[in-house]
């Protein structure tokens, strides 16, 4: 039976690598997206070209009554849900913690935190072999800044991360009987689109030489890791994290 994987934020970056890759390994992937339908139907066209299966699903997960519609699209499609990959984040233009205002802050929280849950929520509801499901996986994708900082440039991005990190500490505890399970994924530098939205599109080439490895790393890299851990070779692993980060 073909399992099937949902990823938020799959339009670009890294999300679009992990879908790419799920495609390959044989997994049915849903490829979340908040505004660009031409990137994320240029992707499932890419995968279906491939021999693959995927379909395209439009939902603001900061959203509740559109994560809703996107967890009932995918049940009407599939059927079942066996794995989540919690990757939709923002993040705004760099600057220091006295500059930023509330609305900046709460549309960071937004989606990056309670996206997260909602999305998890409905995962959890579906995957529980407590409500009926066959179990499943949860990868939430933090960065390192949430254990890093950021200082000077996205302390509120680095918050909202670390709290992305305790829901996904404290959730695998909470499910880890209901044959779900919860990890995370903290990349580092990695060459995605994401640094031009904070204003610095050559961030990486900046901080390369703080990186032990001497390089940023690629979104393939991070997406490798996100799919072992939603894979039955990570059978036992939950409440843990992979730090892709080249050292950093």
């Known amino acids: 039976m073909t399992k099937t994987i949902l990823i938020t934020g799959a339009s670009r970056g890294i999300g679009a690598a992990c879908a790419r890759l799920a495609a390959d390994r044989g997994w049915l992937v849903g490829i979340n997206y908040r505004a660009d339908a031409d990137a994320a139907k240029a992707i499932v066209r890419d995968i279906e070209a491939g021999g693959g299966k995927a379909f ?6 900061s959203q509740e009554a559109e994560v809703l519609r996107m967890f009932a699209d995918v049940d009407a499609r599939c059927g079942r849900l066996d794995a989540l990959v919690n990757n939709a984040g923002i ?11 509330a609305g900046r802050i709460g549309r960071i929280l937004a989606t990056n935190v309670t996206g997260s849950f909602l ?3 409905e995962a959890v509801l579906r995957m529980s072999t407590q409500r009926g499901g066959s179990g499943g996986a949860i990868v939430n994708v933090s960065s390192r800044a949430a254990v890093l900082g950021s200082a000077g ?3 509120d991005y680095a918050a909202s991360k670390a709290a992305l990190d305790a829901l996904t500490i404290g959730l695998a505890k909470e499910v880890a009987g209901e044959g779900i399970r919860v990890n995370g994924v903290r ?8 640094h031009a939205s904070g204003g610095e599109p050559g961030r990486i080439e900046r901080l390369k030489s703080s990186v032990p490895m001497g390089r940023g790393g690629e979104a393939e890299e991070v997406a490798r890791a996100i799919l072992w851990l939603v894979s039955d070779e990570a059978s036992y692993t939950t409440g843990s994290f992979i730090d892709c980060s080249g050292g950093r």
Do not use: F, K
């Open 56 to 61: 395209a699903v439009q939902a603001d997960v």
């Open 119 to 121: 999305c998890a929520r």
């Open 187 to 194: 990349p580092g530098l990695i060459d995605t689109d994401m």
């Open 91 to 101: 993040l705004a233009r760099q600057m220091r913690v006295e500059q930023m205002d």
């Open 153 to 155: 440039e996205y302390v």
